[in-house]
């Protein structure tokens, strides 16, 4: 396994490097960074979700035991959501950013970095466990997570807002739910329809994975300073967080691949949706971007060694 997800992980730091030096060609730029962004995330994800409910939940049985399942994300998510309040009051981190710091340690990037890393890893019979978690990280960062951003400027905020409800049915979740119609009803779709759909979740993981070096390649790291809360935020990003998940899984009655993956997106950097949030919450963006942007570069030299330490130590 080890060797697999060297390998795996290698092959999507080549896609990256792509995009970080084609970000620099003036016939790229931001226009080429924010087309690959809006394919992936409009697009190639949304494709991909239906594409994989179809082909790995041919069954409403098996839908429905994905589903039973949901429960179990959105309890790991939470614990680590009172993990980071808690550290957010034992460190001090001051108002304006608490809500960036809770956010980077509990929400991961699920969409744009998780799914082709566990697609990479463990292949697409992977994709239903990363499905679930996906949504309960979507639906809890469009709720508390934007509610933790909101309170931050210090205006008086509900915790659930119709504004965030609407960002929760964003175009994965759309995707999804197509995906489930089709099985529910028990549509066989035409070849007509179903190659092209095959082709274009093709394109999920070298778009995704471009996109991300674009952000690698614009983001300026000369002028980033490695405060507190930053280097906080990387210990429990990358250390506390993993351990703490780690205990988590071993200790769910759940198979051993939801347990890896699990672990896997658990351990993914922030949110890209942090830094558009704090801008629009009133919250210390500059830090949300600078988090964006270390926390995704970090995580490529992390990824390998949790995959060696759960392989080694024979952790799930």
């Known amino acids: 396994m080890v060797f697999q997800a060297v ?20 016939w790229f730029g931001k226009a080429g960074s924010d087309l690959f962004s809006k394919f992936t995330v409009k697009v190639a994800i949304p494709v991909y979700m239906t594409y ?5 939940c041919e069954t409403k049985d098996k839908l429905f035991e994905l589903f039973r399942s949901l429960p179990i994300p959105f309890a790991t998510i939470l614990l680590s959501l009172l993990l980071g309040l808690l550290l957010a009051r034992v460190f001090k981190v001051e108002q304006k950013r608490r809500g960036v710091f809770i956010n980077a340690v509990t929400f991961s990037n699920t969409v744009i970095i998780g ?7 463990f292949g697409d019979e992977a994709t239903p466990d990363g499905m679930i978690y996906y949504m309960a ?8 997570g ?20 609407k960002k929760i049915f964003s175009p994965p979740i759309i995707g999804f739910l197509i995906g489930m119609v089709i099985v529910l009803l028990n549509i066989e779709l035409p070849e007509f329809i179903f190659t092209p759909l095959e082709m274009l979740k093709q394109t999920t993981t070298p778009m995704a994975m471009i996109f991300i070096g674009s952000i690698i390649s614009n983001a300026d790291f000369k002028s980033m300073k490695l405060t507190k809360d930053l280097a906080l935020i990387l210990v429990v990003r990358f250390i506390v967080s993993p351990i703490f998940m780690a205990m988590i899984c071993m200790l769910l009655p759940i ?5 890896q993956v699990f ?4 351990t993914m950097p922030a949110m890209t949706q942090l830094g558009i949030m704090s801008k629009e919450s009133d919250s210390d963006y500059e830090f949300a971007s600078v988090v964006v942007a270390v926390t995704t570069t970090v995580s490529m030299v992390a990824i390998p060694i949790y995959m060696y330490i759960i392989s080694a ?3 799930f």
């Open 146 to 165: 934007v509610y933790l951003l909101r309170r931050d400027s210090g205006e008086n905020v509900k915790l659930v807002s119709w504004e965030g409800v």
């Open 137 to 144: 990280n979507t639906i809890l960062f469009w709720t508390i």
């Open 115 to 121: 799914f082709p890393v566990i697609s990479s890893l």
């Open 7 to 26: 390998q795996s992980v290698l092959s999507l730091l080549i896609l990256i490097a792509i995009g970080f030096f084609v970000t620099k060609k003036p």
């Open 263 to 266: 672990f896997v997106l658990a």
């Open 52 to 56: 994989n409910v179809i082909t790995t």
């Open 313 to 315: 130590f024979q952790l």
């Open 255 to 259: 198979d051993q691949m939801m347990k």
